[in-house]
C-alpha cells in the first residue's frame, strides 16, 4: 500500500487529539473568564503543578505524553491521565470518521461527548456548544433533506420548543426554579429540527425515561440532575444509528 494513503488518517488523528485537548482544558477551566480568543486557546501552556510556562515541545497532544513518559519536564511529576486518555479517543473519532467517509459525524460525536461531561459536572451546556449542534443539523439538513421535510421538521421543534416554554415558565412561577433548562430545551429544538416525527419524540421519551431510571438507581430525589446529557447522548446513538444502518422511527 502506497504511504501517502496513511496521511490523511494520520492527519485526522492529530486534528482530533488537538481539538479534544483543546475540549478538555475548556472544560477544567469552564466558568473562566478570558481577555481575548488566543488567551482561551492557548490557556493550557503552564505546568499544571508548578505553573511553570510549557515549551511547544510540550504542546503536542499524545506525541508530548509518550516522550515525556507520562511526566512534567519541569517538575517531573505524574501528568494526570485525562488529557492521554481523552487525546486518544479524539484522534480515534476522527480517523474512524475518515475512514468510514463520516467525518461530520466526528464532529458531532466530540463535541457531544464534551457536552455529556460539562452538563454532568456544571449543569450547564456552554451556548457555543449548543449553537455548533445546531449549526450542524442546519448544514446537514440543507445538504441531504428536502425543503418540505426540512419545513415538516421545522413545524415539529417548533410546536415542541413552544410546549417545553410553556411547562418551563409555569414551573418557574409555581415553584420558583427552573424545572428545565432553556440549554436543554435548545437541544431538544435542535433534536426535534434534526429527526422530526415521530423519531425526535422517541428521543424524548427514551431520555426522559433514562434519567428517571437514573434518580431512581442513585436515590437523589432533591437534587438537580442533568438532563442535556441525556439527550445528547441519545441524540449521538441516533445519529450514529442514522448514518450506518438507515433511518430511524
Ligand atoms: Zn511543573
Same mark, same amino acid.
Given at each position: 500500500m502506497n504511504s501517502l494513503y496513511l496521511v490523511i488518517p494520520v492527519l485526522s488523528g492529530i486534528i482530533g487529539a488537538s481539538i479534544a485537548s483543546w475540549l478538555v482544558q475548556e472544560y477544567d477551566n469552564y466558568r473562566r473568564e478570558y481577555k481575548n480568543f488566543t488567551d482561551r486557546v492557548f490557556v493550557r501552556s503552564t505546568c499544571d503543578f508548578c505553573q511553570k510556562n510549557l515549551n511547544l515541545s510540550e504542546l503536542f497532544p499524545v506525541f508530548s505524553y509518550l516522550f515525556q513518559r507520562g511526566k512534567s519536564r519541569c517538575c517531573k511529576k505524574? #501528568?494526570?491521565?485525562?488529557?492521554?486518555?481523552? !487525546? #486518544?479517543?479524539?484522534?480515534?473519532?476522527?480517523?474512524?470518521?475518515?475512514? *468510514?467517509?463520516?467525518?461530520?459525524?466526528?464532529?458531532?460525536? &466530540?463535541?457531544?461527548?464534551?457536552?455529556?461531561?460539562?452538563? !454532568?459536572?456544571?449543569?450547564?451546556?456552554p451556548i457555543w456548544n449548543n449553537l455548533f449542534i445546531l449549526t450542524w443539523v442546519v448544514l446537514e439538513l440543507y445538504f441531504n433533506h428536502s425543503n418540505s421535510q426540512?419545513?415538516?421538521?421545522?413545524?415539529?421543534?417548533?410546536?415542541?420548543? #413552544? &410546549?417545553?416554554?410553556?411547562?418551563?415558565?409555569?414551573?418557574?412561577? #409555581?415553584? =420558583?426554579?427552573? =424545572?428545565?433548562?432553556?440549554?436543554?430545551?435548545?437541544?431538544?429544538?435542535?433534536?426535534?429540527?434534526?429527526? =422530526?416525527?415521530?423519531? *425526535?419524540?422517541?428521543?424524548?421519551?427514551?431520555a426522559s425515561l433514562s434519567l428517571i431510571l437514573k434518580i431512581i438507581l442513585t436515590q437523589q430525589y432533591k437534587s438537580k440532575h442533568a438532563f442535556g446529557s441525556w439527550i445528547a447522548g441519545f441524540f449521538l446513538m441516533f445519529t450514529v444509528y442514522q448514518e450506518f444502518y438507515g433511518t430511524v422511527g
Open positions: 505524574p #501528568i494526570t491521565k485525562k488529557y492521554i486518555f481523552f !487525546e #486518544i479517543l479524539g484522534a480515534l473519532i476522527f480517523v474512524f470518521g475518515i475512514i *468510514s467517509n463520516s467525518l461530520q459525524i466526528s464532529f458531532l460525536a &466530540i463535541s457531544i461527548i464534551f457536552l455529556i461531561f460539562c452538563d !454532568e459536572k456544571y449543569q450547564e451546556i426540512i419545513l415538516q421538521n421545522l413545524f415539529a421543534a417548533s410546536c415542541a420548543c #413552544i &410546549i417545553l416554554l410553556l411547562i418551563y415558565y409555569s414551573y418557574l412561577k #409555581i415553584k =420558583g426554579t427552573e =424545572g428545565i433548562g432553556l440549554a436543554d430545551i435548545l437541544l431538544l429544538f435542535t433534536a426535534f429540527l434534526y429527526f =422530526g416525527l415521530p423519531a *425526535s419524540f422517541y428521543l424524548l421519551t427514551l
